[in-house]
Nanobody, 126 residues
Framework: VQLQASGGGLVQAGGSLRLSCAAS????????MGWFRQAPGKEREFVAA????????YLSDSLKGRFTISRDNAKTTVYLQMNTLKPEDTAVYYC????????????????????WGQGTLVTVSS
C-alpha cells in the first residue's frame, strides 16, 4: 500500500485546509486509515481515523467540532477537513493505513499502523 498525502500549506488562524491521502497498490475492502500529526519537539499525535468497511469515524476529542475525516470510495482517498485552524495546529500531518480493523484504543496508536505517507506540512500563522 502506498499513501500520498497532500494539501498542506500556510494558512492564517481561523482559516481552513483540506488534506488528502490517496491510497494505491494493494488495498483491502476492510482496513483502517488514520491521520496523525507531529509538531516540532513533540510526539506523533492521533488526529482521526476511518474504517473503510462502514465509514465509522473517530476523532481526537480535542479536535471534534473543527476537524472531520471522510473518504471517497471511487478514488480510495481519505480527506481531513480542518476548520477554524489555530497556530497550535501547526505540524506535519501524516496519513497511515492498516489492513485490519481494531478498537479505537489501538487505532489511536501510531505503532499499530503498517503503512505511512510522507507527511504534509501545515503551518498556521497567528
Amino acid at each position: 500500500v502506498q499513501l500520498q498525502a497532500s494539501g498542506g500549506g500556510l494558512v492564517q488562524a481561523g482559516g481552513s485546509l483540506r488534506l488528502s491521502c490517496a491510497a494505491s497498490g494493494r488495498t483491502f475492502s476492510s482496513y483502517t486509515m488514520g491521520w496523525f500529526r507531529q509538531a516540532p519537539g513533540k510526539e506523533r499525535e492521533f488526529v482521526a481515523a476511518i474504517r473503510w468497511s462502514d465509514s465509522s469515524t473517530y476523532l481526537s476529542d480535542s479536535l471534534k467540532g473543527r476537524f472531520t475525516i471522510s473518504r471517497d470510495n471511487a478514488k480510495t482517498t481519505v480527506y481531513l477537513q480542518m476548520n477554524t485552524l489555530k497556530p497550535e495546529d501547526t505540524a506535519v500531518y501524516y496519513c497511515a493505513a492498516n489492513t485490519r480493523v481494531a478498537v479505537i484504543a489501538l487505532m489511536k496508536r501510531p505503532e499499530w499502523y503498517d503503512y505511512w505517507g510522507q507527511g504534509t506540512l501545515v503551518t498556521v500563522s497567528s
